[in-house]
């Protein structure tokens, strides 16, 4: 069994930053692409940052230059870093990883954590 643990959530101010982290855990052989997610209250959940096994990174048009994605592989992480929140960033944010295991490659998601952007 895999699963995907996010911390770092919590309040922030505008302009402020906080970093988000999703740790991997189980039974598997490896992990391919790494990516955060986040759903605010009434809209869709988007995906706002990625990043490959090899460490190439994609961001959503709205996070770009202010957040940032890394990933350390040898202690199956990723982290996003925010840097300049504003309000509208305020959601739930979700880790998702494609994992490798015994029985093929499977998406896994984390439980979410609340990120609130308010002064």
């Known amino acids: 069994q895999v699963q995907l643990v996010e911390s770092g959530g919590g309040l922030v101010q505008p302009g402020g930053s906080l970093r988000l982290s999703c740790a991997a855990s189980g039974s598997f052989f490896g992990i391919d692409g790494m990516d955060w997610y986040r759903q605010a209250p009434g809209k869709q959940r988007e995906l706002i940052a990625a990043?490959?096994?090899?460490?190439?990174?994609n961001y959503a048009d709205s996070v770009k230059g202010r957040f940032t994605i890394s990933r350390d592989n040898a202690k199956n992480t990723v982290s996003l870093q925010m840097n300049s929140p504003k309000p509208e960033d305020t959601a739930v944010y979700h880790c998702?990883?494609?994992?490798?295991?015994?029985?093929?490659?499977?998406?896994?998601w984390g439980q979410g954590t609340q990120v609130t952007v308010s002064s």
């Open positions: 990043i490959t096994s090899d460490e190439r990174t």
């Open positions: 998702h990883a494609r994992v490798h295991t015994s029985t093929g490659p499977w998406d896994y």
